[in-house]
Nanobody, 119 residues
Framework: QVELVESGGGSVQAGGSLRLSCAAS????????MGWYRQAPGNQRELVAD???????TYVDSVKGRFTISGDNARNTVYLEMDSLKPEDTAVYYC?????????????WGEGTLVTVSS
């Protein structure tokens, strides 16, 4: 069983910053990739950024230069530093993890954390 614990999020004015974190735990679990997706009302869920255990990083174009993703392999934790936030960044942000336990490949989603950016 792999569990995700998300933290961070909240409300901020445009131009501000927020930091999201997501920790995965489970017996013998190691992540191969972790990341963040977001879903705004009326929109499909989209990838924001992800990182592999080998530190290969992907960003959606709209956040490049403003968001920074980082990972801690030892703690199975991923961080998303969000700077220069814009109202269009408002969404529910979901942590996503892919990895292995002692006997299985695992993929999990977090429950989501709301980020609200006001103009």
């Amino acid at each position: 069983q792999v569990e995700l614990v998300e933290s961070g999020g909240g409300s901020v004015q445009a131009g501000g910053s927020l930091r999201l974190s997501c920790a995965a735990s489970g017996r013998g679990f190691s992540y191969t990739a972790m990341g963040w997706y977001r879903q705004a009302p009326g929109n499909q869920r989209e990838l924001v950024a992800d990182i592999t255990s080998g530190n290969t990083i992907t960003y959606v174009d709209s956040v490049k230069g403003r968001f920074t993703i980082s990972g801690d392999n030892a703690r199975n934790t991923v961080y998303l530093e969000m700077d220069s936030l814009k109202p269009e960044d408002t969404a529910v942000y979901y942590c996503w993890v892919q990895g292995t336990t002692v006997d299985a490949h695992v993929e999990r989603w977090g429950e989501g954390t709301l980020v609200t950016v006001s103009s």
